[in-house]
Structures are given as C-alpha cells and as structure tokens.
C-alpha cells in the first residue's frame, strides 16, 4: 500500500481564519480523497480530487468552503475557509489502491477556536 | 446498541477472547465492502475486505462474514489482543462505475489485559 503523509498533523486555528492541509503520497495514483471526520463520528466524505480536473464535492460540501488542488499525481491540498469552531474535525486524505480500496493518510486534527 | 452522538457502540472484551463487530451496510447493490481499524490519534487502516460473491474471507487471525440477505457485514478477531483496542468501521462500495466509500458508524473495541 501506498505511504501517505499529511501536513500539519494538528493545529489549533482562530475563528474566521483559513488553513491548508496537504497530503502527499510516495507514489504516483489517480484519485485522492479527502475525508472529514467530526469527533467521536464517522468519516464524511468531502471530495474526490483527480489531476487535471476540479475536484467532484459531496452533497453539502462546497468548493468556496474547501478549495482543493490536485496539481500532479502525488500531491494534493485541501483548505478550510473562514473557519468557525463547526470545522473543528480531523481531516484525512486517501487513495485509491488496488480495486476500490482505500488508504489513509495519519489525519490532521483541527481545533477552531 | 446504537448510540448518536459522541457516544460510539462499544465491546468491552478479555484478553484472548475472541470478538465480535457487526455492521448493518446500506446498499443492497454494494459488492464491495471493507473492514478499517482506527487507533487513536491515527487514520484508518486496512484490515481485510470482501467481495459480495464470497460469504467468508479469511486472514490473519480475523474473519470477515457477509449475509447479503439481511445486508450484514461481521469482523471476527480471534484470541484478542491489547493492541486490538481500536474503533472499527465498515465501509461499502460498488465495484463497477464511479462510487464512493460509505463508512458505517464505528465500534470501539475495548480489550482488558
């Protein structure tokens, strides 16, 4: 499976603020996800990134909200807007490996404040 | 039982038991599903998975059981270790077409030396 690591592992954010997560993966593969995952929850998926084309959002997930970039095949960043203390969550990346498998990056834990 | 909130179903196990986590899938037309282990503080991690043509997989010291009929997905851990304690999900997916992971609600498991 693929080494998936993700930038920063926690922060703790003012309200109103915005915060890039990047995700980075050791090899190359065509589709990225990000992942939210609100305390004590399950995870919620937020969007589909593929390189070279924008990223597929889930119902109730906006691109205004959580821009993302996908600019080669191991690379991709997710931002969190004008975040209020709704938005604190881990958020996770992951790819897609063999069949629809999927595997995970360590998370970023976020606190709004 | 169910529970909402931030109040996650949990089994509280011996060591060297064997245990057992249940999941209701959603999707009668999911032929894809997936076992994940969350320890804290870490993301998911593949544990096994199982298309809908097999009713048992097995692997190292866990099982995954499928009944399609009632849309029931089950994890057996044999002989329960310390280091078994973690949150479990399933996950569900179609194989053909664009689909999407859809994780279940999360089991802790708590194992007791």
């Known amino acids: 499976s693929a080494v998936i690591s993700q930038k920063p592992s926690r922060d703790i954010c003012q309200r109103g603020t915005s915060l890039t997560i990047q995700c980075q993966v050791d090899s190359q593969v065509t589709m990225m996800f990000w992942y939210r995952q609100q305390p004590g929850q399950s995870l919620t998926l937020i969007a589909t990134?593929?390189?070279?084309?924008?990223?597929?959002?889930e119902s109730g997930f906006v691109i205004d909200k959580f821009p993302i970039s996908r600019p080669n095949l191991t690379f991709s960043t997710l931002t969190v807007s004008n975040m209020s203390p709704e938005d604190s969550s881990i958020y996770l990346c992951?790819?897609?490996?063999?069949?629809?498998?999927?595997?995970f990056g360590p998370g970023t834990r976020l606190l709004v404040l | 039982g169910e529970s909402v909130g931030l109040h996650l179903p949990t089994l509280s196990v011996q060591e060297g038991d064997n245990s057992i986590i249940n999941c209701a899938y959603s999707?009668?037309?999911?032929?894809?599903f997936i076992w994940y282990k969350q320890e804290s503080g870490k993301g998911p991690q593949f544990i096994i998975d199982i298309r809908s043509n097999m009713d048992k997989r097995q692997g190292q010291r866990v099982t995954v059981l499928l009944n399609k009929t009632v849309k029931h997905l089950s994890l057996q851990i044999a002989a329960t270790q310390p280091g078994d304690s973690a949150v479990y999900f399933c996950a569900e997916t179609l194989l053909s077409g664009y689909s999407t992971l859809t994780f279940g609600k999360g089991t802790m498991l708590l194992v007791s030396p």
């Open positions: 992951s790819v897609e490996g063999q069949q629809e498998t999927q595997y």
């Open positions: 990134a593929n390189q070279g084309s924008e990223a597929t959002y």
């Open positions: 999707n009668s037309a999911s032929d894809y």
